[in-house]
């Protein structure tokens, strides 16, 4: 089995070690990331200037653009054969609800599966990213059986999230729904030292929401969540009813 690994948190990141670790024992496997933090870029894709590549001494392959670039340059061009596999991780932070709109990581996955390739996108909930290393043995009986199956949902992506605990101590696994996510006071608008306003995006405090089976409980009650995801947006419930508004040109 050959299996591409990215991230959205550049190649230096250990979570991207600790994945390719574990897919090792499956197949030949192929790390294709960013040169550089590229978090919350979705799922953008670079048109307007050049792309360079350079091959580490380890054979990573290393692109001056998104996660979204690298599954394109990947799987279209750089890789002698095509991949069977592609994983996104692990993702140092989580990839929950709405967040999953901005993620890097989960949109290198939604690029492979748009190319047709499987995909799963492993996110860590904690912040002791050093510890990641300690859930290789875990993640590799997890992929061991998402990757052997051979009924694999077509045009579908696994978005997995660990929860902030040690390996160890995972209380299972549960089947999720994305929940929601808000944030408050996560915009700054201050002034610099020339005293020329500007605007921050980040920081704040967030809150979640989500039914009993959504991906934040999950992962708050110490389980590994995992959310089938499949990129049609369009709300089919919905589609007679509007039709119904008999909209005129
Ligand atoms: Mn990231």
Known sequence: MRILVTNDDGYLAGGVRVLAEAAGSLGSVR????????????????????????????????VDGTPTDCMVLAIGELLEQRPDFVLSGVNHGANLGD???????????????????????????????????????LLTRLLRQLLLRDDFPAQTLFNVNLPAVRPADVAGIR???????????????????????????????????????????????GYISITPLHLDLTNHGLINGIAQWQLEP
Not at 184 to 207: N, Q
């Open 99 to 137: 967040d999953v709109l901005y993620s890097g990581t989960v949109a290198a996955a939604m690029e492979a599966t748009i190319l047709g390739i499987p995909a799963v996108a492993v996110s860590y909930t904690g912040t002791d990213f050093e510890r990641l290393p300690a859930w290789t043995g």
């Open 31 to 62: 790390i294709v990331a960013p040169d550089r933090e590229q978090s919350a870029t979705s799922h953008s894709l670079t048109l307007h200037y050049p792309l360079r590549v350079r091959e580490t001494d380890d054979g990573t392959l290393v």
């Open 175 to 221: 089947i999720t729904t994305l929940g929601r996510r808000a944030y408050v006071g996560s915009l700054t608008r201050a002034r610099d030292p020339a005293g020329r306003e500007y605007f921050w995006i980040g920081g704040g405090e967030s809150t979640w929401w989500g039914s009993d089976d959504s991906d934040f409980r999950a992962v708050h009650d």
